[in-house]
């Protein structure tokens, strides 16, 4: 089983429509919740960062962290034909050493908003 | 320019062949990291360097080696390349104790 479970998709919705996007993780240590954006033939780019639990808001995308049920979310709201792309989620845990700064990531999900 | 640059954007090679893929970064970062992108598997780790050196062993770095020439600069090798090595190469950076990565543009490899 992999550390981190993410349901690749695709996802299909209408412009306009709310978008949830989920991952769940088996590591108690992971801290450090991210979400990647990836377009089509180009690199991840980073959407949003959050430390430990709670919601982190940045325009239309929201990101929700649940330590307790292992779970992360990202909500984009009045979604756009723009925000077609693979979403990756991506975790890290407090750690010494080597473990330190690395980055556990989800298989992505590959969300297309059709107009 | 873009902060993280990798050569070639695309390369197709022969089974056998060795290549080198190269990433070079302007961000100042201490830390590198080489990924491979398959569909439907996401991104899988192959080696990771925390400074020049200070190189370590990602989940899959059979096959694979590198090299890191300076802070700015680290390769990755493929020795003997196999057909199962077709995919898509990122190269990532860090700061030193940052926990966000910022990836170069990726290098799309097919061997035949």
């Known amino acids: 089983q992999k550390e981190v479970e993410q349901d690749p998709g695709p996802l299909s919705v209408p412009e306009g429509a709310i978008v949830s996007l989920n991952c769940t993780y088996s590591n108690s240590a992971f801290q450090y919740f991210m979400w990647y954006r990836q377009y089509s033939r180009k690199g991840p780019e980073l959407l949003m960062y959050t430390y430990s639990s709670g919601n982190k808001e940045d325009g239309r995308f929201t990101a929700q962290v649940d330590k307790s049920s292992k779970y992360i979310s990202l909500f984009i709201r009045d979604s756009q034909p723009s925000d077609s792309a693979t979403y990756l989620c991506?975790?890290?845990?407090?750690?010494?050493?080597?473990?330190?700064?690395?980055?556990?990531f989800g298989r992505g999900t590959q969300l297309t908003v059709w107009p | 320019d873009a902060d993280v640059t990798q050569t070639p954007r695309n390369r197709i090679t022969k089974t056998g062949k060795r290549i080198m893929l190269e990433c070079s970064q302007t961000k100042g970062h201490d830390r590198m990291y080489w990924y491979r992108q398959d569909p439907g598997l996401g991104l899988q780790l192959i080696y990771y360097?925390?400074?020049?050196?200070?190189?370590n062993k990602g989940e899959i770095s059979d096959g694979y080696s590198v090299s890191r020439q300076a802070q700015a600069k680290f390769s990755l090798s493929l020795e003997s390349a196999i057909p199962n090595q077709t995919a898509l190469y990122f190269c990532?950076?860090?700061?030193?104790?940052?926990?966000?990565?910022?990836f170069g543009p990726g290098t799309r490899l097919l061997v035949l």
């Open positions: 991506a975790m890290s845990p407090v750690g010494r050493g080597s473990t330190l700064g690395r980055l556990y």
């Open positions: 360097s925390f400074d020049v050196k200070d190189i």
């Open positions: 990532a950076t860090s700061k030193k104790g940052g926990e966000t990565q910022y």
